[in-house]
């Protein structure tokens, strides 16, 4: 898989929602987007990955 422009190897069966928090991203504080398509919210936990999906994340911070 790629994420963000790098190769990852990711396990057969995980969830986009796993495997966010298994790299320690904040769910409630980042977009995805999984081959083109941005991923809702709501479809984190039931939007599986396989190792052909490239994955654009990005993380929203605070500041001023």
């Known amino acids: 898989m790629v994420v ?3 190769e990852k ?3 057969s069966e995980i969830s986009l929602n796993e495997f966010l928090s298994q790299e320690g991203y904040d769910t409630q504080k980042v977009a995805v987007e999984k081959n083109g398509c ?9 939007e599986m990955l396989s ?14």
């Open 4 to 6: 963000n422009g790098k």
């Open 9 to 11: 190897k990711i396990p």
């Open 38 to 46: 941005i991923v809702p919210k709501k479809s984190f936990a039931t």
């Open 51 to 64: 190792s052909s999906d490239k994955l654009e994340i990005v993380c929203f911070v605070g500041g001023g």
